[in-house]
């Protein structure tokens, strides 16, 4: 999909631009060249069932057409007061309930729609609410594993020296999203090992992984 000469991305992830195109839609871009045509088809599932994502209007090879949203994400309100940190935590808590009445498109017994990497820097407060965003790792699943990745991502800021300034904000965060969460246990291995297999993560992010699962275990014991 053609992008206008020397179009700038206004935002940016780990492995993927974003474009304006107009006031209403912008062009995501994977970065490597990933064809995004599945996580599109999530997108379009758990919209289905009034789940808040942003529409998809198109998709080619790596690019997909969605709606512009506008609004800072959680984690953006959160430093910025507008959020209490408890009440992130209640918020996420309540985005993954949602998520998992969701069947899983195969109709598979067991089975939901997993985001797998739900967290605040990932969900856009809008006006009219709370659209969660980057379906990148979306796939069928289960509930337990996708609270564990949630639950990891939250304790990785929590203890990682880059980010000390907001260890106490996210430890009451995890506290508040575990406590209102089905408990987790089963799928926080599978969740530890799908981080350390991340290409994203550097090595040092990787070696907080053992503090991160003591960490939500100490907190599912309270």
Known sequence: MLLPDGAEPFAAGRDADVYALDEQWVLRRSRNGYAVRDEA???????????????????????????????????????????????????????????????????????????GDLHPENVIATPTGPIVIDWRNAEEGTAEFDIAMTAVIFAQVALDPAWADLSPL??????????????????????LDARSNNITLSAAEKALLPAQEALIREHLRR
Request: aromatic letters at 4%; a negative charge.
């Open 41 to 115: 088809d999530f997108m379009r599932h758990v919209a289905k069932y009034g789940y808040p994502v942003p529409a998809v209007r198109e998709v080619h090879g790596p690019d997909m057409v969605i709606e512009r949203l506008t609004g800072p994400t959680l984690a953006e309100a959160t430093i910025a007061g507008d959020l209490s940190p408890t009440d992130l935590g209640v918020l996420h808590a309540d985005l993954h309930r949602r998520l998992h009445a969701i069947p899983a498109p195969s109709g598979t017994p067991g089975l939901v729609v997993v985001h």
């Open 170 to 191: 996210l430890h009451e965060t995890l506290a508040a999203y575990l406590a209102n969460s089905i408990d987790p246990t089963p799928g926080l291995t599978a969740a």
